[in-house]
C-alpha cells in the first residue's frame, strides 16, 4: 500500500485521506522499508512491560527507566522505576546489616547464617519474581514500607 509523501499516512486511493493530497501511482522501491515514526507522546512499549522492566536488574534498570525521555513522563512507569530502586537499597540494607550481626555474634552466626541467609535469599528471590509478575499483568503492587515513597516520588 503506498504512503502519502507529505504526511506519511498510508494512500487508499488517489488522494490522501489525512492532508488530501493527490498521490501518484508509483511503483514501491527495492529495498528497506523505512519505519513510520510514532506519534508524539506514544511509547515504544507498554506500561506493563515498562515497568516490569525495572524490577528486572533493580537498580539500574530503575536509574534507567527514569531517565529514557518517554519513559520518565509516565507516572506509572516512573512509580515503578522507584520502587525497584528503593527495593534494590533495601535489600542491601539488610544483607550488609544480618552480615553485620552474624559477624558479631560468630558462633551462634554460623549457626544461624546456614539457615537464615539462605532463607532470607530465597524470600528476597521470590518477592523480585512476584513483582516483575505481577507488574507484566498489569497490577500494582505497593510494597509496605518503600511503596509509600515511591509513590511520593512519582
Known amino acids: 500500500m503506498p504512503f502519502c509523501s507529505n504526511c506519511g499516512a ?3 486511493g488517489r488522494f490522501c485521506a489525512k492532508c488530501g493530497r493527490p498521490v501518484e501511482a ?3 522501491a527495492a529495498g528497506p522499508v523505512a519505519a513510520k515514526p510514532l506519534p ?3 511509547a515504544p512499549m507498554a506500561d506493563n512491560l515498562a ?3 525495572c524490577y528486572v536488574l533493580l537498580l539500574i534498570t530503575g536509574i534507567l527507566f527514569l531517565v529514557l525521555a518517554p519513559y520518565n513522563q509516565n507516572r506509572a512507569v516512573r512509580f515503578h522505576a522507584f520502587q525497584a530502586i528503593l527495593l534494590n537499597i533495601a535489600w542491601m540494607v539488610v544483607w550488609f546489616g544480618l552480615s553485620i550481626t552474624l ?3 560468630h558462633m551462634a552466626g554460623m549457626v544461624f547464617g546456614l539457615f537464615l541467609s539462605p532463607l532470607l535469599t530465597l524470600a528476597f528471590l521470590a518477592l523480585w519474581i512476584y513483582m516483575i509478575v505481577t507488574t507484566y ?3 500494582t503492587v ?3 514500607v518503600i511503596g509509600p515513597l515511591a509513590q ?3
Open 10 to 12: 498510508e494512500v487508499d
Open 26 to 28: 508509483a511503483t514501491p
Open 40 to 42: 508524539a507522546g506514544a
Open 51 to 53: 515497568g516490569a522492566l
Open 103 to 105: 559477624g558479631i555474634v
Open 137 to 139: 499483568q498489569g497490577k
Open 142 to 144: 505497593v510494597l509496605p
Open 152 to 154: 511520593q516520588q512519582a
